[in-house]
């Protein structure tokens, strides 16, 4: 058999890039992929053969949301190896980048990176039909498109409109962590959150107590990037709180 360009020939992992896309793309313009009907319809043993074999009655309970080339979902793995989490990307390519990169740590690391899986999916419109009410644990929103202009604030993946989706998936007590090197999307963000009613900042002591919020700067692309040109970040971190 030919060796596959497209991956490294020393640790089979896939060559970034060889799955080189635009950065963002648009939310709200119409692409082809398969949706599930509900969340009942959501394959998992295409996703998580291993741990559905072990449990059939797992369900995902992280959603990194934008997902990139799947940095944080690699972190996260060996963190919470018991965990179901998936990665929701918009872009084929880089979703595909990420497919190759799991299956190759799967190989490359017998028995690890079993419970991390990828989706093209768009989460602005389709999030309910992957996640029951009250599913999920934690969602991360980590370097989203800023959508500068005022027009295409509707396109930001933090509003108030979404938060009412975003609280429904996730159960009381569940976190979202959202950070961004603009400043004004990351005021943006956090008054979105302040303003909800479902929602709560984390104190500091929980946010420094919180092994995961470390990952958030340093686990994606994006954030190295930032972090090799000393840039500034803006980060918010809330609880999903029950209402009255």
């Given at each position: 058999?030919?060796e596959?360009?497209t991956h490294?020939?020393?640790t089979?992992?896939p060559?970034?890039r060889f799955y080189?896309?635009r950065a963002?793309?648009?939310?709200l313009?119409d692409?082809?992929?398969p949706?599930?009907?509900?969340?009942?319809?959501?394959?998992y043993?295409?996703?998580y053969?291993?741990?559905?074999?072990?449990d059939?009655?797992?369900?995902?309970?992280?959603a990194d949301v934008g997902?990139?080339?799947?940095?944080?979902?690699?972190?996260?793995a060996?963190?919470f190896?018991?965990t179901?989490?998936?990665g929701m990307?918009?872009r084929?390519?880089?979703t595909?980048y990420?497919k190759?990169r799991i299956?190759g740590?799967?190989?490359t690391?017998?028995?690890?990176?079993?419970n991390i899986?990828?989706?093209?999916t768009?989460?602005?419109?389709?999030?309910?039909?992957?996640?029951?009410k009250?599913q999920l644990q934690?969602?991360f929103f980590?370097?989203p498109?800023?959508?500068?202009k005022?027009k295409?604030?509707?396109r930001r993946v933090?509003s108030p409109?979404?938060l009412d989706e975003?609280?429904?998936?996730?159960?009381?007590?569940?976190?979202?962590y959202?950070?961004?090197?603009v400043?004004e999307l990351?005021?943006?963000?956090?008054s979105?959150?302040?303003?909800?009613?479902?929602?709560?900042?984390?104190?500091?002591?929980?946010?420094?107590?919180d092994q995961?919020?470390?990952?958030?700067?340093c686990?994606t692309?994006?954030?190295?990037k930032?972090a090799r040109?000393?840039?500034q970040?803006f980060?918010?971190?809330?609880?999903r709180i029950a209402?009255?």
């Amino acid at each position: 058999m030919g060796e596959n360009p497209t991956h490294n020939k020393k640790t089979g992992l896939p060559r970034k890039r060889f799955y080189r896309a635009r950065a963002h793309s648009n939310p709200l313009s119409d692409s082809h992929f398969p949706i599930p009907i509900s969340p009942a319809e959501v394959d998992y043993s295409l996703h998580y053969p291993e741990m559905v074999k072990a449990d059939g009655s797992k369900k995902i309970q992280f959603a990194d949301v934008g997902c990139g080339f799947g940095g944080l979902l690699i972190s996260l793995a060996s963190l919470f190896p018991d965990t179901l989490m998936v990665g929701m990307e918009l872009r084929d390519k880089v979703t595909e980048y990420v497919k190759e990169r799991i299956l190759g740590l799967r190989t490359t690391n017998p028995g690890q990176y079993q419970n991390i899986s990828v989706v093209r999916t768009n989460s602005m419109k389709y999030i309910p039909n992957y996640f029951r009410k009250g599913q999920l644990q934690k969602m991360f929103f980590l370097f989203p498109d800023p959508h500068f202009k005022e027009k295409n604030h509707r396109r930001r993946v933090i509003s108030p409109f979404l938060l009412d989706e975003y609280a429904y998936v996730l159960a009381v007590g569940g976190i979202i962590y959202t950070i961004t090197d603009v400043e004004e999307l990351g005021e943006w963000m956090k008054s979105c959150l302040e303003e909800h009613p479902m929602f709560e900042a984390l104190t500091t002591e929980e946010l420094e107590a919180d092994q995961v919020v470390k990952l958030l700067s340093c686990a994606t692309e994006e954030g190295q990037k930032v972090a090799r040109n000393d840039g500034q970040t803006f980060r918010a971190v809330y609880r999903r709180i029950a209402t009255c």
